[in-house]
């Protein structure tokens, strides 16, 4: 029942962008499979009501459809598309951002026990779980208040709240709690990826970055190869691709240029790296980016 009024829900509330009236809540709605796409995950909720979609974390697969939820707690590069939908048949999903004050809050909150302790130990950024009814039930509540323009500044900061404690508390809570807390692994890890997306057109030094993120290059390795299913350099080439590929949608006659300003000396490195990611040379890939520019697909459903 509350898969069926989602899905209408969903459908009528889709927008080409994906934004809704309420801060953070996003709605997707595609109507046919679409080709693998690069962007980057964001820390957020993605509920699938209808469809099927497929997201790649470096070596990490994910499949996630109706009446499943992803969650993801790092803003990681990943490659994601849709893998069931069709002009009768749309993918439809919902999307919440997650914020970790909020988290923060409503762990400080909870009673004695009431929210499970967090583990020792940094745990996987993306993890997928079916969907509880309380889960369903709160997400459903909070669309409703699109029809609902009255209720909406008051109850859907409420609900939101409580979407965000039926994650904690859930299967996945382990993940969201690690967001929530100031001095978990993950919030290490965070610190680090931080560093190099703000920095990933130079040159790094493993050693330099754990020390920024207040571990030892031992304990920094393994926890960061948890959380991102990679190791630091190969973040950092991801990111160096994903960000020539978006380059190259605006400077296509300029590949050379390009792959030097995301930090490769060598076009042949760049070029052959780039065909390795993305299936194309620079060259073809930008004259296609010309005619259909890169989607920013990400976790959200």
């Given at each position: 029942?509350h898969l069926d009024?989602?899905?209408t829900l969903l459908?009528?509330h889709?927008?080409?962008?994906?934004?809704?009236a309420?801060?953070?809540?996003?709605i997707?709605?595609v109507?046919r499979?679409?080709?693998?796409?690069p962007?980057?995950s964001g820390t957020?909720?993605?509920?699938?009501?209808q469809?099927?979609k497929?997201?790649?974390?470096?070596?990490?697969?994910?499949?996630?459809g109706a009446?499943?939820y992803l969650v993801?707690?790092?803003?990681?590069p990943v490659?994601?598309h849709?893998?069931?939908?069709?002009p009768?048949?749309?993918?439809l999903g919902?999307?919440l951002?997650?914020d970790?004050s909020?988290?923060?809050?409503?762990?400080?909150?909870a009673?004695p026990?009431?929210?499970?302790?967090a583990g020792q130990?940094?745990?996987?950024?993306?993890?997928?779980?079916?969907?509880p009814?309380?889960?369903?039930d709160?997400?459903?509540?909070?669309?409703?208040?699109?029809d609902?323009p009255?209720?909406?500044?008051?109850?859907?900061?409420?609900?939101?709240?409580e979407?965000?404690w039926?994650?904690i508390?859930?299967?996945?809570?382990?993940?969201?709690r690690q967001l929530?807390?100031a001095?978990s692994?993950?919030?290490?890890v965070?610190?680090?990826?931080?560093w190099?997306?703000?920095?990933?057109?130079?040159a790094?030094?493993?050693?330099?970055v754990?020390?920024?993120s207040?571990?030892?290059v031992?304990a920094f390795?393994?926890?960061f190869q948890?959380?991102?299913?990679?190791?630091p350099?190969?973040?950092?080439?991801?990111?160096?691709?994903?960000e020539?590929?978006l380059l190259?949608a605006?400077h296509?006659?300029?590949?050379?240029?390009?792959?030097?300003r995301?930090?490769?000396d060598?076009p042949?490195q760049?070029?052959?790296?780039?065909?390795r990611?993305?299936g194309?040379?620079?060259?073809?890939?930008?004259?296609?980016l010309?005619h259909t520019?890169?989607?920013?697909a990400g976790a959200l459903p």
């Amino acid at each position: 029942m509350h898969l069926d009024e989602l899905c209408t829900l969903l459908d009528r509330h889709a927008r080409p962008d994906w934004t809704t009236a309420i801060d953070g809540v996003l709605i997707s709605k595609v109507e046919r499979p679409d080709p693998p796409s690069p962007s980057m995950s964001g820390t957020v909720l993605a509920v699938i009501a209808q469809g099927a979609k497929r997201l790649a974390l470096g070596e990490r697969v994910h499949e996630y459809g109706a009446r499943q939820y992803l969650v993801a707690s790092v803003d990681l590069p990943v490659t994601g598309h849709f893998t069931e939908a069709g002009p009768g048949h749309p993918a439809l999903g919902f999307g919440l951002t997650l914020d970790p004050s909020t988290i923060a809050e409503l762990l400080l909150q909870a009673g004695p026990g009431d929210a499970p302790r967090a583990g020792q130990g940094a745990l996987p950024a993306i993890a997928v779980s079916d969907a509880p009814r309380e889960l369903l039930d709160a997400v459903v509540r909070l669309l409703r208040l699109l029809d609902r323009p009255r209720d909406r500044t008051v109850l859907a900061p409420l609900i939101k709240r409580e979407i965000v404690w039926r994650l904690i508390t859930g299967e996945q809570g382990g993940i969201v709690r690690q967001l929530g807390l100031a001095d978990s692994s993950l919030s290490h890890v965070a610190r680090a990826v931080r560093w190099i997306r703000d920095h990933y057109a130079e040159a790094i030094r493993v050693e330099d970055v754990a020390r920024l993120s207040g571990m030892s290059v031992s304990a920094f390795y393994r926890n960061f190869q948890a959380v991102t299913a990679m190791s630091p350099i190969q973040f950092q080439k991801q990111i160096r691709l994903q960000e020539a590929r978006l380059l190259l949608a605006t400077h296509c006659d300029d590949i050379t240029g390009v792959g030097h300003r995301v930090g490769y000396d060598s076009p042949s490195q760049f070029s052959r790296e780039y065909r390795r990611q993305f299936g194309a040379p620079p060259s073809q890939d930008a004259a296609n980016l010309r005619h259909t520019p890169p989607v920013a697909a990400g976790a959200l459903p």
